[in-house]
């Protein structure tokens, strides 16, 4: 699993609250990704990092927000969540070409 | 929409035929491409990868061809094993991306019949 974690691995929230989700590695690697995953679309691309307070936008980013202040920590905040945010988030790093994921993180947003 | 996808949602395989998924990308930029299994509950886990300039490789009991012409991708497992259920996906990458970032297809469910 490349020494990846992410909290909590489940997650039931109410309609406007805000959301954090964590993703840590122990590896000291670079590169950090968080997707989504929902039936029918396979794995979406929401933001990444290239290295501590270095991140750019994916391709589905709207109304998601990273920060990476440390190497070993990529967080994931939706400011006010909606039900179209229900979804399974993973977390990977990248070793040259390979990425490795985490164990994932089911969120409902009632 | 997205540049990877594959061909059929679902498959069911006999224990110990052969399998064989497929995947038709569009972007001809992309350089390098992987197939990752996930399981149940699990994230997806690399299975084998394969780079442009070659148009076969071989793991074990797993084969990915590529066919740069029609832009087509494929993952055969032989003699397949109930463990093999999954689903699997395929992932491109493009030459330009210096972020490594990866498109993955919408996935093929595979399901082994004892």
């Known amino acids: 699993d490349a020494g990846i974690t992410q909290s909590p691995r489940h997650k039931v929230t109410e309609t406007g609250t805000p959301v954090t989700l964590r993703c840590h590695q122990t590896?000291?690697?670079?590169?950090m990704y968080w997707y989504r995953q929902d039936p029918g679309h396979g794995l979406r691309l929401i933001h990444y990092?290239?290295?501590?307070?270095?991140?750019d936008k994916g391709e589905v980013s709207d109304g998601y927000s990273v920060s990476r202040s440390k190497t070993e920590d990529f967080l994931l905040t939706l400011e006010s969540a909606t039900s179209s945010q229900t979804s399974v988030y993973f977390c990977?790093?990248?070793?040259?070409?390979?990425?490795?994921f985490g164990p994932g993180t089911r969120l409902t947003v009632l | 929409g997205e540049s990877v996808g594959l061909h059929l949602p679902t498959l069911s395989v006999q224990e110990g035929d052969n399998s064989i998924i497929n995947c038709a990308y569009s972007?001809?930029?992309?350089?390098?491409f992987i197939w990752y299994k996930q399981e149940s509950g699990k994230g997806p886990q690399f299975i084998i990868d394969?780079?442009?300039?070659?148009d076969k490789r071989q793991g074990q009991r797993v084969t990915v061809l590529l066919n740069k012409t029609v832009k087509h991708l494929s993952l055969q497992i032989a003699a397949t094993q109930p463990g093999d259920s999954a689903v699997y996906f395929c992932?491109?990458?493009?030459?330009?991306?210096?972020?490594?970032?990866?498109?993955f297809g919408a996935g093929t469910t595979v399901t082994v019949r004892a």
């Open positions: 990977a790093i990248s070793i040259r070409n390979e990425q490795f």
């Open positions: 990092s290239y290295g501590v307070k270095d991140t």
């Open positions: 590896e000291n690697h670079r590169y």
């Open positions: 394969i780079r442009s300039n070659m």
């Open positions: 972007n001809s930029a992309s350089d390098y």
């Open positions: 992932a491109e990458k493009a030459s330009i991306s210096n972020d490594y970032k990866l498109s």
